[in-house]
């Protein structure tokens, strides 16, 4: 895959996390998934992607930086939504906040098989 295959690829994955896709995820996800070194599976991966939506309803994921060196591409993700409640161990309680996730992830037989994946709780906490 070339670096801007991987990209067009890694924007398609965005827009199906965006539109909720679950079902669809099996075309960007590989069955054996990982999440920060802990095996998910595709199953895994998607009722992770679940719970993030019930713990923010209006989640979005919005590409602010994006460095595609094949196998591997790396993000910077931008979050503006009001979560349910408590976030991360946080106390948000309804209230609006924005905050970045940085994530790396490493494909292999053309989908996303690992994922690093660091986020900006720090920035939370500040809002709060």
Excluded at 21 to 48: D, I, K, M, Q, T
Excluded at 64 to 72: G, H, I, K, N
Excluded at 101 to 122: K, P, Q
Aim: net charge positive; proline share 5%.
């Amino acid at each position: 895959m070339s670096p801007e295959s991987l990209s067009d690829f890694y924007r398609g994955d965005i827009a199906c996390l965006n539109r909720q896709g679950r079902e669809s995820l099996g075309a960007f996800v590989h069955a054996r998934a990982e999440h920060n070194g802990r095996p998910l599976g595709l199953a895994g991966y998607r009722a992770l992607l679940a719970a993030d939506f019930r713990a923010i309803p209006d989640l979005r994921f919005t590409i602010a930086l994006l460095v595609s060196e094949p196998p591997r591409i790396a993000s910077r993700l931008a979050f503006d939504g009001t979560p349910a409640g408590v976030l991360f161990g946080l106390p948000v309680n309804g209230r609006r906040v924005r905050f970045a996730e940085n994530v790396f992830h490493e494909l292999e037989e053309g989908r996303i098989l690992r994922v690093w994946s660091l986020i900006d709780t720090g920035a939370i906490r500040a809002q709060l």
